[in-house]
């Protein structure tokens, strides 16, 4: 069975880092495509980075540019976000999703993907 948890989401000041992780089970990241996602109740869900590790691909949303990095552990088959200096805007639920697609510059339409995570909630604050 498919299954992708995110973790790591809390409540933390702005400017500080949080590192958001998203573990597969029932597949191999090796494969797929990863990609962050983060939505607001009542706003459109919004494409925060990508991660292809078979041809080497990242994206960023230009928000988060030099402010997020997206990475992955093959040995643990988790993908992470690490967020540094957190801002009030980036408050959301956060998502991962995978796709057996090689997506490029389709990575910000979230229809894309095949599996989605429950979520884990960031909220910055102070």
């Known amino acids: 069975q498919v299954q992708l948890v995110e973790s790591g989401g809390g409540l933390v000041q702005p400017g500080n880092s949080l590192r958001l992780s998203c573990a597969a089970s029932?597949?191999?990241?090796?494969?797929?495509?990863i990609g962050w996602f983060r939505q607001v109740p009542g706003k459109e869900r919004e494409a925060v980075s990508y991660?292809?590790?078979?041809?080497?691909?990242?994206y960023y949303a230009d928000s988060v540019k030099g402010r997020f990095t997206i990475s992955r552990d093959s040995a643990k088959n988790t993908v992470y976000l690490q967020m540094n200096n957190l801002k009030p805007e980036d408050t959301a639920i956060y998502y991962c999703?995978?796709?057996?697609?090689?997506?490029?510059?389709?990575?910000?339409?979230?229809?894309?993907?095949?599996?989605w995570g429950q979520g884990t909630q960031v909220t910055v604050s102070s």
């Open positions: 999703a995978a796709t057996l697609s090689r997506l490029l510059r389709l990575w910000v339409f979230w229809n894309e993907y095949d599996y």
């Open positions: 029932g597949f191999s990241f090796d494969y797929y495509a």
């Open positions: 991660i292809d590790s078979r041809d080497g691909d990242t």
